[in-house]
């Protein structure tokens, strides 16, 4: 995870005080702008950025920049040894002298940045909002603090909060920068099962593998699991034993190697590294000494990423005290019944999400409608709405992140929105666009108010189209979708298994589909408003709309198509959740997966040994042949889970099929 | 049969007129992790020096990429030489790369009894770029072997049956193993420093105690008449499990070795 910089506690000017472990800076008392914070970390290449907001009852009087190491605290930002931007009165001082002026001048409540480029010839540049102000040749040399100064009359007159990339930021300076902690730098370690030096055309060149990893490597694992199953863990996980009586790993183990990626490859001998095929992924999770002759190496999944909060924003302090630091909720595609969270004193003007909304449906406060445009406007780009009238609430929103009339997210757009917020370009755009393309599906929208991990949200999104994922040789995210393989043509099949090829017994066991239902709900409601919530008036809120607004979802489809007698259960199961936002989508969708139920489905797993050329993916679709249970003839089938070892060759591997 | 023995303490690898990549791999017992020697004009020297000067007899340079064929001349510098320029006997002089069943290539010297005492060497090939697994320099010592001894092929590789019969293999490197008993053998020999150098049955057994490398020759021709073939098919680097020393009466004395190689890639 980045750690993002923030202002130091020590040393600081005369007059000023760190709050919140150093994300926001106050003044302690009547206080002039000779007195300076500076971030907890320095930089001295690359781009780096970061952005203030202030607030307070005094008027905004303060000078944002950067200061090298060594420059005076109590003195303003912009003195001897510091370039700074006076956002009242729109001057730049570099070194004590005013060098530029004219600049737009900052209020309180909006965003300034200040962004440093330091590899090559060093620029800074000022940014209010996200527009670029001024920029400059940046006569500092070293590595660089930003800094921040304020003046007020009394304490805690003016605050600020800075933003180092933590949150979404509004200019370049986050966006393209960031003044995130720099990763301490590791020694790469090369090991194999064998020793094994790269070609010299290899990147690196001749670099020589220590043949040290024991008991034939570990197991790589890629699995996945869709609704109408049980939903099966997917250990990511792995441990590498190490023959390491040398110490080569010793340094590794005490020092700091956590959190480094882990690339797993398969090299034959001789042949250079560029021929060798991807096996798998992982994230070091740490090296333990089991004694002087024994590592072993624990990894870890190495999508762990997906754990990072999808959030990309929290209310500030200076918004209202109440909801301070809690994080903005995330609306992805069409959402209904999107809660409102006033964000001024009489509650006139409310937030909707983090990020800007292309539309607004419908306004319910109490489930009486306000219309737009006379009753509610959407403002501040999109993220808030300004009533004409107090509200008395709750205020719920029907709202499309992506575009006009309630507009649901592709699968491809939803998960574009998901892997942006969480900074991860690993995953195949191709597969969810593929699944769009073959469904037609309007879409979906996803909506989470507090706490939201993008495995969270994936775990709420793929399911409505019968999709997992699973991590590939190269670590990229890739999209499996449950579909039936009798569907796919004699010539796009993977592979064709024959029993005679197997190294164990074909082992058969009934899918029972628990999750199955007849019934699939749509369009759920970001939050349930209770009875008491709801206005009483049976003409402005008919009963049946009650009831919506009332209800974890607006609406449900059935499926009456044939289903073997073995589930029969779902007949009765309660509906399966589904984010589509529209019935059409939801019908065809619950069609298609109860059409797959029609005839009994199995689940095989299958053997192979001694053959470390092979490689099976889940989502593939082939056709295995075996003596009994009905195999004899062939029956096509896709690829649920994967278990790989790649120094033994043996590949234990779930189908499932009719 | 000459057992080599005792690589000197505190060998430091080098090579001169070309670059070399990963040099501690010549050293570290390991013949399947390689040195990588490249830019040569047309020739280039591997260098091993160490501190205590030793009677080198056993000379080695295993899983080389060269083509077989290639010439390798061994030198020697004794303390207080300024180079390498001493010559040594035996096949040093020239010495072509032999191909090996394994598929690798080596070139193996055995160097006279008598000589001098050395604290380096330089073997130079004739070829300005390959990879070179392994650099042995080893003292040596002759023993009797009974004519009983045996070599066989362990082949680690692991295969499976598919329900059909077929047969599906995951290739290993295979080594060999050499097992010898020795001619029994008086007190002297045994535990008398009798042997060659002050060595003895006894001594023998602690250098090679902790796996340390050894190499077994069980056949070589004799000195002055270097059988380079047999030398080289037969010559085998890895590690040496003595067996138990065994009273026979009197002042007799029998034990067993097992030598197992330490194949290059």
Not at chain 1, 58 to 80: H, K, R, Y
Not at chain 1, 347 to 355: K, L
Not at chain 1, 481 to 507: M, Y
Not at chain 2, 102 to 128: E, H, K, M, Y
Request: proline share 5%.
């Amino acid at each position: 995870m980045t750690t993002f910089a923030r202002f130091a506690a020590s040393p600081i000017g005369v007059g000023l005080l760190v709050e919140d472990g150093g994300l926001s800076l106050a003044t302690s008392g009547s206080t002039s702008l000779q007195h300076a914070a500076r971030s907890d970390v320095a930089q001295s290449v690359g781009t780096h950025g970061c952005e203030v907001v202030l607030w307070g009852e005094d008027d905004a009087q303060a000078t944002l920049g950067v200061v090298i190491a060594t420059a005076s605290v109590d003195a303003e930002v912009g003195n001897a040894g510091g370039v700074g931007w006076r956002l009242h009165t729109g001057q730049v001082v570099v070194n004590g002298a005013v060098v530029a002026s004219g600049l737009p001048l900052v209020k309180k409540g909006e965003i300034a940045g200040v962004r440093v480029s330091l590899s090559g010839t060093r620029t800074i540049a000022f940014y209010r909002g996200a527009v670029l102000v001024h920029s400059r040749a940046l006569p500092l040399a070293g590595s660089l603090h930003f800094a921040m100064s304020l003046a007020s009359t009394e304490a805690g007159g003016l605050r600020c909060i800075v933003n180092a990339g933590q949150w979404q930021g509004a200019s370049d300076a986050v966006l393209q920068g960031g003044w995130e902690v720099p990763g301490a730098s590791i020694t790469p370690l090369w090991l194999g099962a064998e020793h094994y030096m790269s070609a010299t055309t290899d990147t690196p060149a001749n670099q020589p593998f220590v043949g040290c990893v024991a008991d034939n490597g570990l197991d790589a694992v890629a699995s996945v699991s869709f609704w109408p199953w049980d939903s099966g863990s997917r250990a990511g996980t792995g441990t590498l034993r190490i023959d390491d009586a040398d110490g080569l790993l010793d340094a590794a183990a005490l020092g700091d190697m956590r959190d480094a990626p882990v690339r797993l490859r398969l090299a034959t001998q001789g042949a250079t590294l560029a021929d060798a095929a991807p096996i798998s992924r992982y994230v070091l999770e740490r090296i333990d000494i089991e004694g002087d002759g024994r590592k072993s190496i624990v990894l870890r999944d190495p999508h762990d990423d997906l754990d990072s909060a999808l959030h990309q924003a929290v209310f500030l302090p200076s918004i209202n005290d109440q909801i301070a630091w809690q994080p903005q909720p995330v609306v992805i595609g069409a959402v209904r019944s999107v809660p409102t969270i006033p964000v001024n004193s009489d509650g006139s003007v409310r937030w909707v999400s983090d990020a800007a909304v292309a539309s607004v449906a419908r306004v319910l406060d109490r489930g009486a409608e306000i219309i737009a445009g006379d009753g509610y406007a959407l403002v501040a780009g999109g993220q808030q709405l300004a009533f004409d009238a107090q509200p008395v609430g709750p205020v719920i929103a029907d709202v499309s992140s992506v575009g006009p009339a309630m507009q649901p997210a592709t699968l491809q757009q939803a998960l574009r929105d998901v892997f942006r917020r969480v900074r991860k370009s690993a995953w195949a755009a191709d597969d969810a666009a593929a699944i769009d393309s073959t469904t037609g599906y309007a879409g979906i929208g996803y909506y989470a108010g507090e706490g939201a991990t993008a495995r969270q949200a994936l775990a709420e999104i793929l399911p409505s189209y019968c999709v997992d994922w699973w991590p590939d040789g190269d670590g990229v995210l890739r999209l499996a979708r449950l579909i039936d393989p009798d569907s796919v043509p004699e010539v796009d099949l993977a592979f064709n298994l024959d029993w005679r090829v197997l190294a164990g017994d074909l082992i058969v066991k009934p899918d029972l589909a628990p999750g199955l239902s007849r019934r699939m709900a749509y369009q759920p409601n970001a939050t349930q408003l209770a009875s008491g919530d709801m206005i009483t008036d049976l003409e402005q809120l008919p009963p049946s709309e009650r009831q919506q607004l009332a209800g974890a979802y607006r609406g449900q489809v059935y499926a009456g198509g044939p289903l073997a007698p073995r589930y029969n259960r779902a007949e009765a199961a309660a509906p399966v959740l589904s984010r589509f936002d529209k019935r059409e989508d939801a019908q065809a969708e619950l069609d298609r997966v109860i059409a797959l139920y029609a005839v009994p489905r199995h689940f095989y797993s299958g053997l192979l040994a001694c053959q470390p050329e092979l490689a099976f993916r889940p989502g593939q679709i082939g056709r295995i042949s075996y003596p009994r249970y009905g195999l004899a003839g062939g029956r096509n089938v896709i690829v649920t889970s994967v278990i790989t070892n790649p120094v033994s060759g043996r590949h234990s591997i779930r189908f499932w099929g009719a | 049969m000459l057992i080599g023995f005792g690589q000197p303490a505190g060998i430091v690898p080098s090579v001169s007129g070309a670059a070399g990549i990963n040099l501690a791999a010549l050293i570290d017992g390991a013949p399947a992790s390689v040195a990588r020697i490249s830019g040569g004009a047309g020739t280039a020297s591997l260098r091993l020096d160490w501190a205590t000067a030793t009677k080198i007899r056993v000379v080695a340079a295993l899983g080389l990429t060269c083509p077989a064929g290639t010439i390798l001349t061994l030198t020697g510098k004794r303390a207080g030489d300024a180079g390498y320029a001493h010559a040594l006997g035996g096949n040093a002089a020239s010495q072509a790369a032999v191909q090996l069943v394994d598929g690798s290539r080596a070139a193996w010297f055995v160097l006279p009894a008598d000589t001098a005492p050395l604290v380096g060497l330089q073997l130079q090939v004739a070829t300005g770029g390959f990879d070179v697994g392994e650099l042995v320099a080893m003292q040596a010592v002759e023993l009797n072997a009974e004519p009983s001894w045996t070599v066989e092929r362990v082949d680690p590789s692991e295969s499976a049956r598919t329900l059909g019969g077929g047969l599906n293999t995951v290739q290993r490197r295979s080594y060999r193993r050499l097992k010898v008993a020795l001619t029994p053998s008086h007190l002297t020999e045994v535990w008398g420093a009798g042997l060659a150098g002050g060595l003895d049955w006894d001594g023998l057994v602690m250098h090679s105690a902790g796996d340390r490398r050894v190499a077994a020759l069980v056949r070589w021709g004799q000195e002055g008449a270097i059988n380079v073939a047999e030398l080289h098919r037969q010559a085998l680097y890895g590690r040496g499990m003595a067996g138990a020393i065994g009273h026979l009466g009197g002042n007799h004395f029998e034990q067993g070795w097992t030598f197992e190689e330490v194949p290059p890639v």
